[in-house]
């Protein structure tokens, strides 16, 4: 009611959504929780933002930011688990996870640059 009046601004679905995501994933790996949030404050959320105009892309761009979030969580774990801290992973341990998994793996790219 308050959107129908102008009272309020309409929302970001698409931006709205990515936060949602990114706080299910944190209550799994809040460990991880200031690599992640950075990542998606600073390389996520903008992009949605700049393409949450475009109605007919909605439900491909938030897979896609949906995906990111999974595979960098995914791939902080697999590290930590390693006992590797990201300041230590090398291009080698980068090369085996990537090999060792699914395609989808590589969306891991745009988190590590």
Known sequence: MLLAYQAL???????????????????RHPEHALLLR???RWSLLPRARRRSHRAYAFANRLRWAQTRINVAAHFLG???AAGL????VTQHEVDQWLAAGRSTRYEVRDFLV
């Open 78 to 80: 697999t590290m930590q």
């Open 38 to 40: 950075t990542y998606v």
């Open 85 to 88: 801290d990201l300041a230590e």
């Open 9 to 27: 601004p309409e929302r970001d679905k698409l931006p709205a959504r990515v936060e949602r995501h990114l706080a299910r994933v944190l209550t």
